[in-house]
């Protein structure tokens, strides 16, 4: 796969070197106090990331301030470049213009495309000596690994399901929570009413990879597979047009022509404002968001995602890359990435995002097992964390994602039938790889 994409090595380079003096000057604007370079004892480091809603960014701060004290010879100064996609230029063109962060904490699916274009170093050396490697939750190994190495660390872990205000189902005389497609098409027609202003359920408009994140537990449900199971062989076909893809489509699609159903602002299916006010009932979400609603006040709980076929959902959370940079300040890196990796670490992020611990201490330490209590919603996503599935980590996964974001799209502005879209998806995935 990796010789078969290599061809967009060239296309990245034409792009982004373009884009780079404009993307490295934004990184600029949006960094904090200056670091003194001058000091020849003390390694300075950055790390670039997208971490949302704000009130998770000051939880990362805290923890950065705190290491920084700790190790007064190595500095990191975190960098807040942008959601996901509005970062990929940023990224790409650091790295084509030789000026990549130190780290950056992006999701797995980037991977491929830092490996192609030579950016990120192995880590497996490195980790294998790590006393802190028998902590990681091994389920998170196929979200870092590619083609026999090692090249990220998971920084935290996620799935998505629906959150929902309970004081609106029980207005609406809902009483129990959907668990199937048919039976999510019927609560939220009863949670819409028009003169409120009030709909069932908030759908992600845009063709960005949040649109295509939150809608793949709903292909996979309905028995949808993208890729065959061997992503890493260069045989690897990928069917967009599959027969779950085009259900879960429909599903959409029967939401939003139904009237159950209101879309997001475009490319801001992330942001919670409909859900905070009452104005929609359930929301397609991950347990990121309880940093931001434990301050609300407001009344929520979780389901997980209703079935079509099986029972699925979408393994989110981030990695931590580590850039070629110099010797010393990868070697720097790498201690900063044994904190994220830490007990410590792992519980206090937690506690403070709703994200769930990569490090299975942490899951089991008092605190956690006392926050749990507290927010009885993360055994939504604990439980449901077996039925998960990665989204691919090969170098196209880029290309398969803004095709899929293009079609759903399309479904939901009313534009093409499921059919068409993935049909018309399809074929410029083909034109896109070569085939």
Known sequence: MV?????????????????????????????GKALNPTDP?????????????????????????RFN???????????????????????????????????????????????????????EDWLDRSPVKA???????????????????????????????????????VTEIPKTWDDLRRVAQKLTIPEKNQHGIVLPLGKGEWTVFTWLPFMWSGGG??????????????????????AAL????????????????????????GFLSGKVAMQITGPWTLGQLQDTGIDYAVMPIPIGMKPATSIGGENLFIFKTTIAEEQASQVFAEYVLSESFQTEWALGTGYLPVNLKSRQSPAYQEFIAKQPVLNVFLQQAKYGRSRPIFPGY????????????????QKSTPEAALNTAQQRLDLALGR
Not at 147 to 159: K, S
């Open 69 to 123: 004290q700790a190790h007064p010879q190595i500095q990191v100064e975190s960098l807040y470049v942008g959601q996901g996609d509005q970062q990929i230029p940023k990224i790409l063109s650091a790295v084509v213009g030789n000026a990549p962060p130190n780290m950056l904490w992006y999701a797995p699916m980037i991977t491929g495309q830092l490996v192609e274009l030579d950016a990120i170093r192995p880590l």
């Open 250 to 273: 429909q599903l959409w699609q029967d939401l939003i022509s139904e009237g159950s159903a209101v879309l997001s602002q475009p490319e801001r299916g992330y942001e919670l404002d």
């Open 41 to 65: 004892n003390t390694v300075h480091l950055t790390l670039w990331h997208g971490v949302n809603p704000p009130p998770n960014r000051d939880v990362l701060q805290k923890l950065v301030d």
């Open 225 to 246: 597979e993208l890729v065959a199971q061997d992503l890493q062989n260069a045989s690897t076909q990928v069917q967009l047009d599959n027969s779950g893809a085009i």
């Open 398 to 413: 880029n290309r398969v994602s803004e095709n899929l974001g293009r079609a759903i799209e399309s479904v939901l502005l």
């Open 135 to 173: 902590e990681i939750d091994p389920a998170l190994q196929e979200a870092i690994a590619l083609e026999g190495h090692t090249w990220a660390i998971p920084f935290d872990v996620n799935n998505v399901g629906i959150f929902y205000r309970p004081s609106l189902f029980q207005a609406a005389g």
């Open 3 to 31: 010789k078969k994409l290599g061809v967009f090595r060239q296309v990245f380079f034409v792009i982004f070197l373009n884009a780079c003096l404009l993307g490295l000057l934004a990184c600029q604007a949006d960094s």
